[in-house]
């Protein structure tokens, strides 16, 4: 099954099931470490950007994405 399929399903779903797949999905990406790349790429974003709202988001995915949560 495909993400995009997926993603159909939730849409299918009950509000209330619908809440425990985001409550779901925030669990794991609070936990999960980013891959290599995924860490390369936030990288590459934080050291082109001049926005400090966005310096401080990305320096925090960039910990929790290494250590998780």
Known sequence: MTSAAIIEEIKQLSPAEQVEVIQFTSELA????????????????????????????????????????
């Open 30 to 69: 609070r936990k999960r470490q980013l891959t290599a790349t995924e860490l390369g790429e936030l990288a590459d974003r934080l050291a082109t950007s001049d926005d400090s709202a966005e310096i401080i988001r990305l320096k925090s995915a960039m910990t929790r994405g290494f250590y998780g949560e």
